[in-house]
Nanobody, 125 residues
Framework: QVQPVESGGGSVQAGGSLRLSCAASGDTYRLGRMGWFRQAPGKEREGIAAFFTLTGSTWYADSVKGRFIISQDNAKNSLYLQMNSLKPEDTAAYYC??????????????????WGQGTQVTVSS
């Protein structure tokens, strides 16, 4: 059983930064394929960043590439998302999830369905 818990959201002005954290423990295979997703009001959930422990590789959606950095601390059972140069369009609830994979080279998906509360990020212009 893996149940992620997200934290670190808040309200910032455009151009600001936030660091999100995700605490998760359990199946190390599932935790080796962790990702961040976000969902804005009225929109579908979007996969934005992933970390694959086995290869040490990362993946980013074009919308956040160059601005966000995903990292993982296995000793602390934690996943992080450093968000820089935030834009109003980054406003959303952010979630982390295990069991991630890349579909068609340009879409982050997950088999995980037991979403947590998420953490809200609001960026004002």
């Amino acid at each position: 059983q893996v149940q992620p818990v997200e934290s670190g959201g808040g309200s910032v002005q455009a151009g600001g930064s936030l660091r999100l954290s995700c605490a998760a423990s359990g199946d190390t295979y599932r935790l080796g394929r962790m990702g961040w997703f976000r969902q804005a009001p009225g929109k579908e959930r979007e996969g934005i960043a992933a970390f694959f422990t086995l290869t040490g590789s990362t993946w980013y959606a074009d919308s956040v590439k160059g601005r966000f950095i995903i990292s993982q601390d296995n000793a602390k059972n934690s996943l992080y998302l450093q968000m820089n140069s935030l834009k109003p369009e980054d406003t959303a609830a952010y979630y982390c999830a295990p069991d991630c994979y890349i579909r068609n080279s340009d879409n982050l998906e997950t088999y995980f369905r037991d979403w947590g509360q998420g953490t809200q990020v609001t960026v004002s212009s």
